[in-house]
């Protein structure tokens, strides 16, 4: 027979373990707070509904392949990088990409050069047709530099023509005086870097 003293043991153990249960679910959390917003890159100009080019075994030249460039670490990630010193990096808070930069830079020079040359564009991962032009590179910056509190956009080109010659050139655009907030960061990226693709996308068309 269990005497009411150890009844009352009993439940005031389970009662310490419900209260020890609460306070550690009230610590862990089991998934991050989504951000409020996300960030994305959009170009400042794009094609026309109904536009569009097209390419076939004979003209093939006429097309261009945007590949996806090449990153560091730092940026084969959703957070955008802020530049303490140089040898130490952070991440800026609640500055969150929509999808890796990479891809999103990728897009922005590909309708550019779609808009200024009228050309078969290809700047996706299916392409059914041989480019007689290809672009690749590294993007090593699309980032806040704390010291001088500005955005820097940076990519090393590479291009590719039909004749098999090979050119590349550095293109960067900085933004100086931006808060390192993401409401501040990320319009001021979006315009770095819709001037870093022009840049390249005028040297394609050359």
Do not use: H
């Not at 373990?17 to 998934?31: D, H, K, P, R, V």
């Not at 564009?121 to 509190?149: H, I, K, N």
């Not at 960067?172 to 022009?198: D, Q």
């Amino acid at each position: 027979m269990i005497s009411p003293a150890n009844i009352l043991r009993r439940a005031g153990l389970g009662m310490a373990a419900a209260g020890a249960s609460l306070a550690l679910t009230a610590c862990i959390s089991l998934g991050a707070e989504p951000p409020e917003s996300l960030i994305t890159l959009s170009a400042t100009a794009s094609a026309p509904a109904g536009a569009g080019a097209s390419a076939g075994r004979e003209d093939s030249a006429a097309a261009i392949a945007v590949l996806t460039p090449e990153v560091p670490a730092k940026l084969d990630v959703l957070r955008v990088p802020v530049n303490v010193s140089d040898t130490q990096v952070a991440y800026l808070q609640e500055a969150v990409w929509i999808e890796k930069p990479a891809r999103l830079f990728r897009r922005m020079i590909g309708e550019i050069l779609r808009l200024r040359g009228g050309a078969l564009v290809l700047d996706s991962d299916d392409t059914p047709t041989l480019a007689g032009v290809s672009l690749r590179g590294t993007l090593s910056e699309m980032s806040y530099d704390a010291p001088t509190s500005s955005v820097v956009v940076r990519f090393d080109a590479v291009r590719t023509d039909s004749s098999g010659a090979v050119l590349s050139r550095r293109f960067e655009a900085r933004e100086s005086g931006v808060a390192p907030e993401a409401e501040f960061v990320g319009p001021a990226l979006n315009r770095a870097a819709n001037t870093v693709a022009g840049e390249v996308a005028d040297w394609v068309l050359e």
